[in-house]
């Protein structure tokens, strides 16, 4: 049944572009130098066919991932927030502490909730590259998960401090958040939090994601760092 819906589709690409009257004009001018393409080298079509058979396969993979991760992401109360915590216009945040990228993101996402009073932020930790700094019993991801858990009133400055320090976190920038922040305490992880940082990675790979950060906004999955101005109209748009 989906061979016979993807070839209908590709044999479709090949009608003139009257039929095309939903898409933009920029659309429209792409799928017509596509449809240019096809004609010009069939015999590429085979393998176009078996790349839209994996990407349909694909879609529909992480639409049953997004359905069955629902409660883990938007209802568990292991994820750290920021923003409104009431807010009904929702976030999630796949990011990491030692990602270039989040970092320079969560500028951005501190300006969206200084701006927006409803937006409610869910941070969903991973760590890629450090599963244990060396010398300590844990990761930035699993601290700042433990601070939100048992202080956290201590989250936002522990998480903002964390954020701020360039590179990859060690047991000296570890500690010396704790000390400022009063979080020495948290620097032994637990199992409750190595639990959920592990179904944070299970998540992740799940619903097909590659890289940090990514969000999900609406139903609408942004990978990679996304500049304010454009952040802020997806935003607007979505919500």
């Known amino acids: 049944m989906k061979k016979h819906i993807i070839s209908t589709l590709i044999i479709g690409s090949l009608m003139s572009a009257s039929a095309f009257a939903e898409l933009n004009k920029e659309q429209t001018q792409q799928l017509e130098e596509i449809n240019q393409f096809l004609k010009d080298n069939?015999?590429?079509?085979?393998?176009?066919?078996?790349s839209l058979q994996r990407y349909v396969a694909g879609q529909e993979q992480a639409k049953k991932a997004q359905e069955t991760?629902?409660?883990?992401?938007?209802?568990?109360?292991a994820h750290p927030v920021s923003g409104n915590p009431k807010g009904k216009s929702i976030i999630i945040n796949f990011t990491d502490y030692n990602c270039p990228y989040c970092k320079r993101l969560e500028k951005g996402l501190s300006q969206l909730t200084a701006e927006n009073s409803d937006i409610k932020i869910i941070n969903v930790f991973l760590s890629f590259k450090q599963q244990q700094v060396n010398g300590l019993d844990t990761?930035?991801?699993?601290?700042?998960?433990?601070?939100?858990?048992?202080?956290?009133?201590?989250?936002?400055?522990?998480?903002?401090?964390?954020?701020?320090?360039?590179?990859?976190?060690?047991?000296?920038?570890?500690?010396?958040?704790?000390?400022?922040?009063?979080?020495?305490?948290?620097l032994?992880?637990?199992?409750?939090?190595?639990?959920?940082?592990?179904?944070?990675?299970?998540?992740?790979?799940?619903?097909?994601?590659?890289?940090?950060?990514?969000?999900?906004?609406?139903?609408?999955?942004?990978?990679?760092?996304v500049p304010y101005d454009r952040l802020k109209d997806i935003v607007d748009d979505a919500f």
Do not use: C
Request: glycine letters at 6%; zero cysteines.
């Open 42 to 50: 069939p015999a590429t079509i085979s393998g176009l066919h078996t």
């Open 69 to 77: 991760s629902h409660d883990w992401l938007y209802n568990n109360d």
């Open 139 to 186: 990761n930035a991801a699993l601290y700042s998960m433990k601070v939100w858990k048992e202080q956290p009133e201590k989250f936002q400055e522990v998480s903002r401090l964390l954020m701020a320090k360039s590179g990859s976190h060690t047991k000296n920038s570890l500690q010396a958040v704790a000390k400022r922040t009063g979080t020495e305490d948290q």
């Open 188 to 225: 032994n992880t637990t199992a409750e939090q190595n639990q959920t940082l592990m179904t944070n990675h299970q998540t992740f790979s799940a619903l097909g994601l590659t890289g940090t950060p990514t969000l999900m906004i609406d139903g609408q999955v942004l990978p990679g760092y």
